[in-house]
């Protein structure tokens, strides 16, 4: 077991593409890492970069100490779980699974019974002399991992596992790779797309974008306090509703403005956001989908809507609302550090419980939690939060 | 169908009926003996030059495997500069004629004092089956998702250890295709056994063929029979690899 160490990394390939940029990151011993973000993020390259399947241009990776820039992979004492297995096709399940220990020469006696512990694990035992082809994705998916179990490396490295799956079993082989990861206590790189998978599976998440890792915490810390208004749409589905918000001061009051409604802002936003200098100006104002509801009372944040869409989907209902804003997407006018300008619909969804009464065309007064508020810098896209002490 | 087969299978049955007739039986149109079988191993030294052939099939054949096993690991696998480039020029190889570069090839090999011996006409085979089986291989392993060479990677093998352990296995259509097609080429070639393989002692069976058919008086029934006695092998490979042979040469259509 190791501690894995990315210090100011950075991956640039010919031609001048910098897929990963300035990365600092450090997965602790045990710890499950989940890496995710949109297609062409940089994640993947940064776990090829500890596998020693990618050169490192800049900065150094340690695994356990040691900087691995010039080690060979097979030095290196990491295994690799691919998206699509990398099975060999002519060896049986229980070949693949020995076949690491066979090349470093593990005496056969050895072999076997590691084989055959990863199997019980895995519940493979009964399919150790098949080949690859004669077994499902979900099998396959989890030779994959008994190859990299029986190897009982200092690191396990992932690399979109459960995206060949179908959907019930990718929630089966999460909890499965989870339980595994957490009796085994090897720290953990894993790459994925599916904000899902980060939520459920890791221990913290890392959240990356066009090379840039924006975020590192634990999901519900990186659920709660998006630094971003990128995490913040990133995490969450339906993402946060990002609404371009006036903000001004009447009679001694911070009154948030969308459209032409409008709220007090409680007071310990003063605190605890770093607001001031926007108030006559705009901000980005943020809420989660489940912070809005049908208001049942004359308490607290309300505001009017337009039911634009209804969405049932047996548990709860999604409700496209209108505020009456400016309608379609909002960007901002000052580019991100990464280059890409903010994005925002105007468009609101809130979710609603299953028995929710709503139609489309609907008028409704919506609730808002005013103890999840979220505010972004308009032009950065960067959270108004103060840090937390 | 039935045409087809008719059409390919009726000059084999001609060189096994006239096989079995004497020369005299063969003008008289009728009548069976087994005279020519007879004379054949007394009239050239039939043995010997199946073992010469032998000896330049497989020894070519194992060189154009070597060689388009490494090099289209190569070009599928590794990145380096101008390796499109290298690959094209080597294809495009394909396309030159035996018959165009032979003069400067007999030249060159007679420079080199290699026209008496196998190993100048192994040369030369292998020097025009080696771009077909680069591509070939090429075309095959570019076929092995590179997660398979990384995962032999991370399991503790260099690109040696991938390319024999894990790739060579995988490859077996690809091999048994490359050597039955070289296999045909090179039993079935006269040319270059004749100009290459100048010592008598090391013949090999189609330049005893010609050289039967090139005497004063030829006997059809025993050149009959000698031909046979020569596709006989080529025919046998053929047919035990068929079925890879199929799977092979789709390679680069099917995905």
Known sequence: ??????????????????????????????????????????????????????????????????????????????????????????????????????????????????????????????????????????????????????????????????????????????TEITRIQRMLGVATIYVTHDQTEAMTMGDRVAVMRNGVLHQVAAPQDLYDHPVNEFVAGFIGSPPMNLIVAGLAEEAGEWVVRIGDQSFVLPRSYRASHRLAPFVGGRVVFGIRPEDLSLATGEEGVR????????????????????????????????????GAPLRRRSRVVARLGARADVAEGQHVTMSLNDAHFHFFDPDTGDTLRHAAP | MTVMAVVMLYPFAVMIVTSFKSQAQYFAGSGTSTQSWRQLASTMPIYQQLLNSTIVCSASIALILVVGVMAGFAFA?????????????????????????????????????????????????????????????????????????????????????????????????????VTVLQFIQIWDDLLVGLLFLQNPAERPITVGLAALAAGRTTSIPLLMAGSLVSALPAMLVYLGFQRFLVRGLTLGIDR
Do not use: H
């Open chain 1, 303 to 338: 505001l009017a809507a337009v039911v634009e869409l209804r969405e049932a989907l047996g548990s709860e209902k999604l409700a496209y609302l209108s505020f009456g804003a400016d309608e379609g997407i909002v960007e901002s006018e000052t580019p991100t550090d990464d």
């Open chain 2, 77 to 177: 696998k590794l990145q380096y500069r101008f390796a499109n480039l290298i690959f094209l020029g080597i294809v495009s190889a394909m396309m030159v004629p035996l018959q165009s570069i032979i003069m400067p090839e007999f030249v060159n090999v007679a420079r080199f004092g290699l026209t008496s011996s196998y190993l100048g006409a192994v040369l030369v085979y292998a020097a025009l089956g080696t771009p077909f089986s680069i591509f070939l291989f090429t075309t095959y392993f570019r076929r092995v998702p590179d997660e398979l060479v990384e995962a032999g990677i991370c399991d503790g093998l260099g690109y040696w250890g991938v390319l024999w352990r894990l790739a060579l296995p995988m490859a077996l259509p690809a091999i048994a295709t």
């Open chain 1, 1 to 174: 077991m190791a501690e894995i160490v990315f210090d100011r990394v950075v991956k640039t390939y010919a031609g001048g593409v910098t897929a990963v940029s300035d990365l600092s990151l450090t997965v602790a011993e045990g710890e499950f890492m989940v890496l995710v973000g949109p297609s062409g993020c940089g994640k993947t390259t940064a776990l090829r970069m500890v596998a020693g399947l990618e050169e490192i241009t800049d900065g150094t990776v340690a695994i356990g100490g040691t900087v691995v820039n010039n080690v060979l992979p097979k030095d290196r004492d990491i295994a690799m779980v691919f998206q699509n297995y990398a099975l060999y096709p002519q060896m049986t399940v229980g070949q693949n699974m020995g076949f690491a220990l066979k090349v470093r020469n593990v005496p056969k006696a050895e072999i076997d019974r590691r084989v055959r512990e990863a199997a019980q694990i895995l519940r493979l035992t009964e399919y150790l002399d098949r080949r690859p082809k004669a077994l499902s994705g979900g099998q396959r998916q989890r030779v994959a991992m008994g190859r990299a179990i029986v190897r009982e490396p200092r690191a396990f490295l992932m690399d979109e596992p459960l995206s060949n799956l179908d959907a019930q079993l990718r929630v089966e082989m999460r």
